[in-house]
């Protein structure tokens, strides 16, 4: 099946899209475009404004339906399933603006995440109050180690809405934790972040890579950051994808050069 063939170096190739295509009336924000993204990377996708990389996440995430084309996680087709679908099979994202239950404590947060919760059930609210006690106590402990990870546990009691743009950038990746989590797609997780904190995030992000297993796709504009982080990197614009490789190799590459900057070989490409 298409995604379970080793490349890589033998790696499997975790997500694969084919040919994907998202237009918006006569506007095609994803023009045919083509990826692979390899199990345990942490691959990063960049682009100038407009290039089409967050229409390009929402549809793999399943928050958008291709035009055409197609996408598959490790061999199976994924195309058109929905996010809560996707996050069942460890697919998951985040976004340019985080979305907190902001009258929530942090902690209470991250505990609302996991599905299946016997709370959820108001026969449970009668008959099944141990177990529900019990798996709360369990969620408890579990968003306790989250917050310790991520190093702000000092906030598990703060409500979210009142915590600075950083640390709730942190708390969305603490979301991820909360499940079984196989890749992560973070959409400009270092917007409006100050360099101490994004820092934090950049120490969590490689932790989980190398630590727990996860995969991640990291859109950003900061190229600190991705030159940090991200190993490969792939850069679109129009729609399409123009190259990938090292961050060197993608900053030396004419085709990005000429998209960022509209100009020749004399400029570098420091988006």
């Known amino acids: 099946m298409v995604g379970e063939q080793p490349g890589f170096g033998g790696k499997i190739r975790m997500i694969v899209v084919e040919d994907v295509h998202k237009h918006f009336g ?19 996708l960049i682009g100038p404004n407009g290039a089409g990389k967050t229409t390009l996440f929402n549809v793999i995430a ?9 996408v598959f996680m490790a061999g199976e087709d994924i195309t058109g399933l929905a996010p809560h679908q996707l996050f069942h099979k460890g697919l998951l994202r985040t976004f340019q603006i ?22 959820e059930a108001l026969w449970n609210t009668w008959v099944g109050r141990k177990r529900i006690a019990d798996e709360e106590r369990a969620l408890r402990a579990k968003a306790d180690e989250v917050l310790e990870f991520l190093t702000i546990e000092h906030l ?27 890749i992560v797609f973070l959409d400009e997780v270092g917007a409006g972040v100050n360099r ?60 990005v050069i000429e998209a960022y900057l509209g100009t020749g070989r004399k400029h570098k490409v420091t988006p």
């Open 196 to 255: 101490t904190l994004l820092n934090t995030i950049g120490d969590a992000i490689l932790r989980l890579n190398t630590e727990r297993g996860y995969t991640f796709v990291v859109i950003e504009h900061d190229m600190d950051f991705i030159g940090r982080l991200c190993d490969p990197v792939i850069c679109m614009a129009e729609g399409k994808v123009l190259a990938k490789g090292t961050l060197d190799e993608i900053k030396a590459n004419e085709a």
């Open 26 to 44: 006569g506007f095609h924000a994803v023009d045919g475009a083509s990826l692979e993204i390899a199990e345990g990377s942490v691959t990063g």
């Open 156 to 182: 598990a009691d703060e409500k979210a809405g009142q915590v600075s743009g950083g640390q709730k950038k942190l708390l969305e990746l603490g979301r991820t934790m909360m499940v079984e989590a196989r």
């Open 62 to 70: 399943g928050v958008l339906p291709p035009t055409s084309g197609r």
């Open 98 to 119: 985080a979305h907190e239950f902001a009258s929530m404590s942090c902690r209470e947060n991250l505990m609302m995440v996991p599905g299946g919760q016997s709370g």
